[in-house]
């Protein structure tokens, strides 16, 4: 019975807040069609994705690899990224590069996107910086886990 | 190796007093009471050299600063290690190590296992002064068989030149040039072929010498060790098994990464042959983790739980006669003390089989070092508890035998494929323990997937006769488990003087009743 009435009454603190929202931004939309000037701004919504807001500067958007002036990989098989990355996300395999300046590279490597949780600690470790979050694409869903699961190619692409 | 007991006499390490033997240098005496002095150039292996200035120490009384590598320790000595001058010290020879040094770290193998990334941390962070380029030197010289310099990376400690000089005395390495272009490089014309190269790579204290068989492979720091003995051998080097735990989204092919010399001045001193160091394929390869059952009555479905149990019922089923001659058994000398104890006990003992037979690998040729003749480790065990180490006669064991228990996996290696189904065709019933999945098991009733002596508890006894205890440093593949369970279990089965066996819950307590059965092992168990 108790139980019941404290139901009843979350529904009602709901319902308040949701007035108190609206009644809110409709004041400062109201100063706002009379010409009046004010720090605070009602809310609007946009209508993504027929509108898009801009991405900010420092944002973490989808991984890429960047490339050395020849097009290799700048990465260097390190795997600091895979060491400090909390999902256990990244996997690299070395190789032995021919040039004797150069010699590791990474012959594999695999992020797997639907773990991936955007910390960008991957971006802070590496020591070449080789891999960057800055493409600002963040409309990357899949239908499938496996479309998910990113590889060297699709990271240089 | 071991050093004579001298006096011990009274220093003072940090304002602590410290007992220390008369004789020895600071830092071995500051090693002994816990306290660690970093250094590069010197390895308890070899006589100090004094070349890395590492080590500096503050002695009361001498008006410079000390390297605690080779200075001699006196009565009431008193020693600093902390002390700011020392502190700064440290930090200016840190400096002059690194200006020359290429920072490589992200491709350099050592990392994470490096003395001087180690000590850089601890007591370095400095900002580099080093404004001129970098000398250039050769940055992947193959120097041997497995071992790759990087010239550039190289401190010029000699660990390598005097391990070469004192240990292989092979010499193939030394310093070349003089100043800022002295480098470590090879004799014109050879090269690091001998069995011991492997253990350059693991005294080099930074990343100028690397293992190719463990070039860019993994990281040092996703490794996990654990301690073992080789077996490879009959000398029973200890090791360290380094292997990779895995990744949890993404499989690795193998476990094991590399193998590492474990400290043991009676056995092995600081080093492991090559052959134990890069022969680790054995713990991963071709392993065979079901019990696989290719032939058997009715619907019997075996596990581990009830092995003994099929076991046990058809040996209690022939007649006592029989038992002696139609029962045949090949063992192997892989097989620890107890394993080897246990059926020793069931089989010579109580049952009083005839036919027992050992197949090893074919002896090898000994280097006159570590590396012994015989290619297992516990063939002086098998000897010392009883056994008469006789090889595999095919018509003697096949003549009139009922019930066939066989270990390991060498029997395929000695004789023909044809020859050796042929003659096991005439057996009626086949069990075979082996840890691999190989075309062998084909010609065996029932085949139980075993540990190997990595992943599994017993001691083994070296050539010398030296008793070693070993605990399992991996986990055993899928279905695997140690011999010594089934046996232990078949004893009992058996219904043989029941509380004997059933009081063995574990190999240490198998070894402490062999202590009281046979003296061999009562001498060196206490
Ligand atoms: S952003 Fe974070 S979770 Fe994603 S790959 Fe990088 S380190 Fe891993
Ligand atoms: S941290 Fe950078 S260089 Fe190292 S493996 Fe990752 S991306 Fe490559
Ligand atoms: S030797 Fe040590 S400090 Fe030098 S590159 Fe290798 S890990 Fe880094
Ligand atoms: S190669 Fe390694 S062991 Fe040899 S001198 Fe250089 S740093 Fe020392
Ligand atoms: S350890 Fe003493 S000088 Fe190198």
Same mark, same amino acid.
């Given at each position: 019975?108790?139980?019941?009435?404290?139901?009843?009454?979350?529904?009602?603190?709901?319902?308040?807040?949701?007035?108190?929202?609206?009644?809110?931004?409709?004041?400062?939309?109201?100063?706002?069609?009379?010409?009046?000037?004010?720090?605070?701004?009602?809310?609007?919504?946009?209508?993504?994705?027929? #509108?898009?807001?801009?991405?900010?500067?420092?944002?973490?958007?989808?991984?890429?690899?960047?490339?050395?002036?020849?097009?290799?990989?700048?990465?260097?098989?390190?795997?600091?990224?895979?060491?400090?990355?909390?999902?256990?996300?990244?996997?690299?395999?070395?190789?032995?590069?021919?040039?004797?300046?150069?010699?590791?590279?990474?012959?594999?490597?695999?992020?797997?996107?639907?773990?991936?949780?955007?910390?960008?600690?991957?971006?802070?470790?590496?020591?070449?910086?080789?891999?960057?979050?800055?493409?600002?694409?963040?409309?990357?869903?899949?239908?499938?886990?496996?479309?998910?699961?990113?590889?060297?190619?699709?990271?240089?692409? | 190796?071991?050093?004579?007991?001298?006096?011990?006499?009274?220093?003072?390490?940090?304002?602590?007093?410290?007992?220390?033997?008369?004789?020895?240098?600071?830092?071995?005496?500051?090693?002994?009471?816990?306290?660690?002095?970093?250094?590069?150039?010197?390895?308890?292996?070899?006589?100090?050299?004094?070349?890395?200035?590492?080590?500096?120490?503050?002695?009361?009384?001498?008006?410079?600063?000390?390297?605690?590598?080779?200075?001699?320790?006196?009565?009431?000595?008193?020693?600093?290690?902390?002390?700011?001058?020392?502190?700064?010290?440290?930090?200016?020879?840190?400096?002059?190590?690194?200006?020359?040094?290429?920072?490589?770290?992200?491709?350099?193998?050592?990392?994470?296992?490096?003395?001087?990334?180690?000590?850089?941390?601890?007591?370095?962070?400095?900002?580099?002064?080093?404004?001129?380029?970098?000398?250039?030197?050769?940055?992947?010289?193959?120097?041997?068989?497995?071992?790759?310099?990087?010239?550039?990376?190289?401190?010029?400690?000699?660990?390598?030149?005097?391990?070469?000089?004192?240990?292989?005395?092979?010499?193939?390495?030394?310093?070349?040039?003089?100043?800022?272009?002295?480098?470590?490089?090879?004799?014109?014309?050879?090269?690091?072929?001998?069995?011991?190269?492997?253990?350059?790579?693991?005294?080099?204290?930074?990343?100028?010498?690397?293992?190719?068989?463990?070039?860019? #492979?993994?990281?040092?720091?996703?490794?996990?060790?654990?301690?073992?003995?080789?077996?490879?051998?009959?000398?029973?080097?200890?090791?360290?098994?380094?292997?990779?735990?895995?990744?949890?989204?993404?499989?690795?092919?193998?476990?094991?990464?590399?193998?590492?010399?474990?400290?043991?001045?009676?056995?092995?001193?600081?080093?492991?042959?090559?052959?134990?160091?890069?022969?680790?394929?054995?713990?991963?390869?071709?392993?065979?983790?079901?019990?696989?059952?290719?032939?058997?009555?009715?619907?019997?479905?075996?596990?581990?739980?009830?092995?003994?149990?099929?076991?046990?019922?058809?040996?209690?089923?022939?007649?006592?006669?029989?038992?002696?001659?139609?029962?045949?058994?090949?063992?192997?000398?892989?097989?620890?003390?107890?394993?080897?104890?246990?059926?020793?006990?069931?089989?010579?003992?109580?049952?009083?089989?005839?036919?027992?037979?050992?197949?090893?690998?074919?002896?090898?040729?000994?280097?006159?070092?570590?590396?012994?003749?015989?290619? !297992?480790?516990?063939?002086?065990?098998?000897?010392?508890?009883?056994?008469?180490?006789?090889?595999?006669?095919?018509?003697?064991?096949?003549?009139?035998?009922?019930?066939?228990?066989?270990?390991?996996?060498?029997?395929?290696?000695?004789?023909?494929?044809?020859?050796?189904?042929?003659?096991?065709?005439?057996?009626?019933?086949?069990?075979?323990?082996? !840890?691999? !999945?190989?075309?062998?098991?084909?010609?065996?009733?029932?085949?139980?997937?075993?540990?190997?002596?990595?992943?599994?508890?017993?001691?083994?006894?070296?050539?010398?006769?030296?008793?070693?205890?070993?605990?399992?440093?991996?986990?055993?593949?899928?279905?695997?488990?140690?011999?010594?369970?089934?046996?232990?279990?078949?004893?009992?089965?058996?219904?043989?003087?029941?509380?004997?066996?059933?009081?063995?819950?574990?190999?240490?307590?198998?070894?402490?009743?062999?202590?009281?059965?046979?003296?061999?092992?009562?001498?060196?168990?206490?």
């Amino acid at each position: 019975m108790i139980k019941a009435l404290g139901y009843f009454i979350e529904i009602i603190r709901g319902g308040l807040i949701t007035t108190r929202h609206f009644v809110v931004n409709l004041f400062y939309h109201i100063l706002k069609v009379l010409g009046i000037k004010t720090k605070r701004k009602g809310s609007v919504t946009i209508q993504y994705p027929e #509108q898009k807001k801009e991405i900010a500067s420092r944002h973490r958007s989808l991984h890429r690899l960047m490339t050395r002036p020849d097009g290799k990989p700048r990465c260097v098989a390190c795997m600091l990224c895979v060491t400090v990355c909390p999902s256990e996300c990244i996997y690299v395999e070395a190789a032995e590069d021919p040039d004797p300046e150069i010699q590791k590279y990474p012959a594999k490597f695999i992020i797997d996107l639907g773990r991936c949780c955007f910390c960008g600690f991957c971006v802070e470790a590496c020591p070449e910086d080789a891999i960057r979050m800055d493409t600002g694409n963040v409309e990357f869903a899949q239908y499938s886990q496996q479309d998910l699961i990113y590889d060297l190619d699709k990271l240089i692409g | 190796m071991q050093e004579r007991a001298n006096e011990m006499i009274k220093i003072f390490i940090d304002e602590k007093p410290v007992d220390a033997e008369e004789g020895t240098t600071v830092l071995k005496a500051a090693e002994r009471a816990g306290i660690h002095i970093p250094h590069l150039c010197y390895h308890p292996a070899f006589p100090p050299e004094g070349s890395c200035r590492m080590c500096l120490v503050e002695i009361e009384g001498f008006p410079k600063l000390e390297l605690s590598c080779s200075t001699v320790v006196k009565e009431e000595m008193k020693i600093s290690t902390k002390s700011e001058r020392v502190v700064e010290a440290r930090k200016a020879v840190l400096e002059f190590l690194l200006a020359e040094h290429p920072l490589d770290c992200p491709i350099c193998d050592k990392a994470g296992d490096c003395k001087l990334q180690d000590y850089y941390y601890e007591y370095g962070l400095f900002e580099s002064q080093f404004k001129e380029t970098k000398e250039k030197r050769e940055k992947k010289l193959k120097i041997g068989k497995s071992l790759i310099l990087d010239q550039e990376r190289c401190i010029l400690c000699t660990r390598c030149v005097r391990f070469l000089k004192e240990v292989t005395k092979t010499q193939d390495l030394g310093v070349f040039h003089r100043g800022v272009h002295s480098s470590v490089n090879i004799y014109e014309g050879t090269s690091v072929e001998n069995n011991y190269s492997g253990n350059l790579a693991e005294i080099c204290p930074v990343g100028a010498i690397t293992d190719e068989d463990f070039r860019f #492979q993994t990281r040092s720091w996703f490794l996990k060790e654990g301690e073992s003995i080789c077996p490879l051998c009959s000398r029973g080097c200890n090791i360290l098994i380094e292997y990779h735990p895995g990744f949890s989204r993404f499989e690795l092919p193998n476990r094991v990464y590399r193998i590492k010399a474990r400290e043991n001045p009676e056995v092995n001193g600081f080093w492991i042959c090559d052959r134990g160091r890069y022969g680790y394929s054995y713990l991963d390869e071709g392993r065979a983790d079901k019990i696989i059952l290719n032939k058997i009555e009715g619907e019997n479905v075996l596990t581990w739980e009830n092995i003994s149990e099929y076991l046990g019922e058809k040996i209690n089923s022939m007649s006592s006669a029989k038992k002696t001659s139609g029962i045949a058994l090949i063992l192997h000398t892989w097989l620890s003390n107890e394993e080897l104890f246990l059926l020793h006990k069931i089989f010579k003992k109580d049952l009083k089989v005839e036919k027992i037979f050992f197949a090893d690998l074919p002896e090898g040729e000994a280097d006159g070092f570590l590396l012994t003749s015989e290619p !297992s480790p516990n063939r002086r065990g098998a000897q010392e508890i009883g056994f008469d180490i006789k090889a595999v006669d095919l018509s003697t064991l096949a003549d009139g035998t009922d019930f066939l228990l066989a270990f390991g996996p060498f029997l395929s290696g000695l004789f023909s494929p044809k020859y050796l189904k042929g003659a096991l065709s005439k057996i009626k019933r086949k069990v075979l323990f082996s !840890s691999y !999945s190989h075309e062998l098991n084909s010609l065996f009733d029932v085949v139980i997937p075993v540990a190997l002596i990595a992943e599994k508890e017993g001691s083994l006894t070296n050539v010398e006769g030296i008793v070693q205890g070993f605990q399992p440093a991996l986990e055993p593949p899928g279905e695997s488990l140690p011999e010594w369970k089934v046996l232990c279990d078949l004893g009992k089965e058996l219904g043989m003087d029941s509380k004997f066996y059933s009081e063995f819950p574990s190999p240490e307590t198998i070894l402490s009743e062999m202590g009281e059965k046979i003296p061999f092992f009562k001498k060196k168990n206490d």
